[in-house]
C-alpha cells in the first residue's frame, strides 16, 4: 500500500491498528526522497539513519501501548532549525560547516511527540526571498511545474509535503515563508499569533540559541490536511521553558464555530497597492462561494476594516528595519542618505522599504504605536466577523528568478510587471499586527497550478481559521497530488 499521501491523522490511526510499523513507513519515505528528489530537490540534508533509529523506538513504543500524538509519523524540518549533529547554514556558503551542539525547541518537541525526523528541507539565502535557492544546497523546484519556483522560504518543506516526503514539516513565517510556499506546492499551513510558538533554536548562525521574542516572525506547522495542522500546532504550542521556568502548554480557546453555515467571514480580493491575478481571484471567490452555499455570512466590504495601504506601508518599514541591521556602516550611510533624499509625499511601498532599512529607534517606537491601533482596529473587526478570506500572493507560482538584485527584479501580473517585493503587502497583512493566518488550497489556476488562499483569525484564537480550514476542505477539497 502507498502511504506517502495519507495524513498524518490517518498514519496515526493504521500505526496503532498495526496495519504498519514507523520502520515501513520510514523506509517507504526513504526511498521516495531517494527516487524522487533528485528533480525536486526538496530535502537537502538526509538524516536517515537516525530515522531508521528512531523509527525502530518507535515501534517498540507502539507495542507498549504509549500514545503520544506523533508517534512512529515521518517528518521533516526546515533547514534553519538547528539539529545536533546537522548543519544549519540558512543557505548561507560561510556557515556551511556550522553544527549546532543542541536541537531546536520545536525540534525537541517532534521528538518528544514521537516523530521520525527524516531530515531537513532546503531555504534561501538567508530566508530572505520568496524563492528556494542558494549556492550550498542549490534550487528547489515546484512539484507542479519544475520551471517554476516552489515559494519560500518554506519552500523545501512545502515542496516536500507536496510529494509525499514525509506526512508534516515545520517551518516559520516573517513574509509568507509559511503561507506562500503552500499556495504555491498545494499544501496547507499555518501561521501561529506571533508569540504563541517558542522559536529558540531557529535563529542564524553561528550565535548561540537564545529564547528571544520575535516583533514580526513565528515558527508554525505544514500538512496534507487541515486537521493535521491543529494536531501539529498543539505540539509547538507553547512558551520556552527558558523563559518561564517551567515547560507548559498554552490553552488556546475553542473554535467560534464549528458549523460551516455560522460562520461571518468578510472576503478581501483587492489591494490598493497591488493587483490581484485572475487565478487568485477565482480561488478567492470560489472560497466565498462555498461558504454562502452553506449559509455562512459573507461580506465583501466593511468599514472596520484597518487601512490596507497604510498596513501595508507600516509591515513593509517593519520588515525591513531588521534587514540592514549588520550591513557595514559606508553602505548602511548611502541608504541613509538615499532615505533623506526621499520626498515626504513619497508613500510608495519602493519609499517605505527605503525608510525602513535605515528605521531610527525613535521612528520604530512610532510605527509601533501605529501597529497597536491597527490591531485595535482588527479587534473591533473580530466583533462583527469570525475570520478574513483573503490572497496570499497576487498570483500562483511564477518562474524561478535568480537575477541577484532582489529589487531589480519584476512580478508579472496578468501582463502588467510589479516591483517584486510588493508582493508581500498580503501576507502582510496578517503578520504585521502578528494575526493567525491559515493557507489552505483553493483550486488551479488554467494552467494547473495550485492556488491557494489565507483565513486571517482573531489573535490568539487560532483554532478559529483552522477549524474553518477543516470544513470548507469537505466542501472545495484538499491536496491532489502534482502530475
Given at each position: 500500500?502507498?502511504?506517502?499521501?495519507?495524513?498524518?491523522?490517518?498514519?496515526?490511526?493504521?500505526?496503532?491498528a498495526?496495519?504498519?510499523?514507523?520502520?515501513?513507513?520510514t523506509?517507504?519515505?526513504?526511498?521516495?526522497?531517494?527516487?524522487?528528489?533528485?528533480?525536486i530537490n526538496?530535502?537537502c540534508?538526509?538524516?536517515?539513519?537516525r530515522?531508521?533509529e528512531?523509527?525502530?523506538?518507535?515501534?517498540?513504543?507502539?507495542?507498549r501501548?504509549?500514545?503520544r500524538?506523533?508517534?512512529?509519523?515521518?517528518?521533516?524540518?526546515k533547514?534553519?532549525?538547528?539539529?545536533?549533529g546537522?548543519?544549519?547554514?540558512?543557505?548561507m556558503?560561510?556557515?556551511r560547516?556550522?553544527?549546532?551542539?543542541?536541537?531546536a525547541?520545536?525540534?525537541?518537541?517532534?521528538?518528544?511527540?514521537?516523530?521520525?525526523?527524516l531530515?531537513?528541507?532546503?531555504?534561501?539565502?538567508?530566508?530572505?526571498?520568496?524563492?528556494?535557492?542558494n549556492?550550498?544546497?542549490?534550487?528547489?523546484s515546484n512539484p507542479?511545474?519544475r520551471?517554476?519556483?516552489?515559494?519560500?522560504?518554506?519552500?523545501g518543506?512545502?515542496?516536500a509535503?507536496?510529494?509525499g516526503?514525509?506526512?508534516?514539516?515545520?517551518?516559520?513565517?516573517?513574509?509568507?515563508?509559511?503561507?506562500?510556499?503552500?499556495?504555491?506546492?498545494?499544501v496547507?499551513?499555518h501561521?501561529?499569533?506571533?508569540?504563541?510558538?517558542?522559536?529558540?533554536g531557529?535563529?542564524?548562525?553561528?550565535?548561540?540559541?537564545?529564547?528571544i521574542?520575535?516583533?514580526?516572525?513565528?515558527v508554525?506547522?505544514?500538512?496534507r490536511?487541515?486537521?493535521?495542522?491543529?494536531?501539529?500546532?498543539?505540539?509547538?504550542?507553547?512558551?520556552?521553558?527558558?523563559?518561564?521556568?517551567?515547560?507548559?502548554?498554552?490553552?488556546?480557546?475553542?473554535?467560534?464555530?464549528?458549523r460551516?453555515g455560522?460562520?461571518?467571514?468578510?472576503?478581501?480580493?483587492?489591494?490598493?497597492?497591488?493587483?490581484?491575478?485572475?487565478?487568485?481571484?477565482?480561488?478567492?471567490?470560489?472560497?466565498?462561494?462555498?461558504?454562502?452555499?452553506?449559509?455562512?455570512?459573507?461580506?465583501?466590504?466593511?468599514?472596520?476594516?484597518?487601512?490596507?495601504a497604510?498596513?501595508?506601508?507600516l509591515?513593509?518599514?517593519l520588515?525591513?528595519s531588521?534587514s540592514?541591521?549588520?550591513?557595514?556602516i559606508?553602505?548602511?550611510?548611502?541608504?541613509r542618505?538615499?532615505?533623506?533624499?526621499?520626498?515626504?509625499?513619497?508613500?510608495?511601498?519602493?519609499?517605505?522599504r527605503?525608510?525602513?532599512?535605515?528605521?531610527?529607534?525613535?521612528?520604530?517606537?512610532?510605527?509601533t504605536?501605529?501597529?497597536?491601533?491597527?490591531?485595535?482596529?482588527?479587534?473591533?473587526?473580530?466583533?462583527?466577523?469570525?475570520?478574513?478570506?483573503?490572497?496570499?500572493?497576487?498570483?500562483?507560482?511564477?518562474?524561478?528568478?535568480h537575477?541577484?538584485?532582489?529589487?531589480?527584479?519584476?512580478?508579472?501580473?496578468?501582463?502588467?510587471e510589479?516591483?517584486y517585493?510588493?508582493?508581500?503587502?498580503?501576507?502582510?497583512?496578517?503578520?504585521?499586527?502578528?494575526?493567525?493566518?491559515?493557507?489552505?488550497p483553493?483550486?488551479r489556476?488554467?494552467?494547473g497550478?495550485?492556488?491557494?488562499?489565507?483565513?486571517?483569525?482573531?489573535m490568539?484564537?487560532?483554532?478559529?481559521?483552522l477549524?474553518l480550514?477543516?470544513?470548507?476542505?469537505?466542501?472545495?477539497g484538499g491536496?491532489?497530488?502534482?502530475?
Amino acid at each position: 500500500m502507498d502511504w506517502s499521501r495519507r495524513s498524518a491523522g490517518e498514519l496515526a490511526v493504521a500505526l496503532r491498528a498495526r496495519e504498519v510499523s514507523s520502520a515501513e513507513l520510514t523506509e517507504a519515505a526513504i526511498a521516495g526522497i531517494e527516487r524522487d528528489d533528485r528533480a525536486i530537490n526538496a530535502v537537502c540534508v538526509p538524516d536517515f539513519d537516525r530515522a531508521r533509529e528512531a523509527a525502530r523506538r518507535a515501534d517498540h513504543a507502539l507495542a507498549r501501548g504509549e500514545d503520544r500524538p506523533l508517534l512512529g509519523i515521518p517528518v521533516t524540518v526546515k533547514e534553519s532549525y538547528n539539529m545536533a549533529g546537522l548543519p544549519t547554514t540558512w543557505g548561507m556558503p560561510h556557515y556551511r560547516d556550522f553544527v549546532p551542539a543542541e536541537d531546536a525547541v520545536q525540534v525537541s518537541r517532534l521528538k518528544s511527540a514521537g516523530a521520525v525526523v527524516l531530515g531537513k528541507t532546503n531555504v534561501p539565502l538567508g530566508l530572505q526571498d520568496v524563492q528556494t535557492f542558494n549556492d550550498i544546497h542549490g534550487t528547489t523546484s515546484n512539484p507542479w511545474d519544475r520551471g517554476r519556483t516552489s515559494g519560500g522560504s518554506s519552500g523545501g518543506s512545502a515542496a516536500a509535503l507536496a510529494c509525499g516526503f514525509g506526512a508534516l514539516s515545520v517551518g516559520s513565517d516573517l513574509a509568507g515563508s509559511l503561507r506562500t510556499p503552500a499556495h504555491f506546492c498545494g499544501v496547507y499551513a499555518h501561521k501561529p499569533t506571533v508569540g504563541l510558538a517558542a522559536m529558540r533554536g531557529m535563529a542564524p548562525p553561528p550565535g548561540p540559541a537564545l529564547p528571544i521574542d520575535s516583533d514580526l516572525a513565528v515558527v508554525g506547522p505544514m500538512a496534507r490536511t487541515a486537521r493535521d495542522l491543529t494536531v501539529l500546532l498543539d505540539v509547538m504550542a507553547g512558551p520556552d521553558p527558558l523563559t518561564v521556568g517551567v515547560a507548559h502548554k498554552v490553552t488556546l480557546p475553542p473554535p467560534r464555530r464549528e458549523r460551516l453555515g455560522d460562520f461571518r467571514i468578510l472576503v478581501v480580493e483587492e489591494h490598493p497597492d497591488i493587483a490581484t491575478g485572475i487565478a487568485v481571484r477565482a480561488a478567492v471567490n470560489r472560497v466565498a462561494d462555498a461558504l454562502i452555499s452553506n449559509g455562512a455570512r459573507v461580506q465583501r466590504h466593511s468599514p472596520l476594516l484597518p487601512d490596507l495601504a497604510e498596513a501595508a506601508s507600516l509591515y513593509t518599514q517593519l520588515l525591513f528595519s531588521g534587514s540592514t541591521a549588520r550591513f557595514p556602516i559606508d553602505s548602511y550611510e548611502q541608504l541613509r542618505d538615499r532615505a533623506a533624499g526621499l520626498s515626504a509625499d513619497d508613500q510608495s511601498l519602493e519609499a517605505a522599504r527605503l525608510r525602513g532599512m535605515v528605521l531610527s529607534h525613535r521612528d520604530w517606537i512610532e510605527l509601533t504605536r501605529r501597529r497597536e491601533l491597527h490591531r485595535h482596529g482588527w479587534r473591533q473587526l473580530f466583533g462583527e466577523f469570525d475570520a478574513v478570506v483573503c490572497p496570499i500572493t497576487p498570483t500562483p507560482a511564477f518562474p524561478h528568478d535568480h537575477h541577484p538584485d532582489l529589487l531589480k527584479r519584476r512580478l508579472d501580473i496578468d501582463g502588467v510587471e510589479y516591483p517584486y517585493f510588493d508582493q508581500l503587502v498580503w501576507a502582510g497583512l496578517a503578520t504585521m499586527p502578528g494575526l493567525p493566518a491559515t493557507a489552505i488550497p483553493a483550486g488551479r489556476s488554467r494552467e494547473g497550478l495550485p492556488v491557494g488562499v489565507q483565513l486571517i483569525g482573531p489573535m490568539f484564537e487560532d483554532r478559529t481559521p483552522l477549524r474553518l480550514a477543516e470544513l470548507l476542505e469537505h466542501q472545495i477539497g484538499g491536496v491532489f497530488a502534482p502530475e
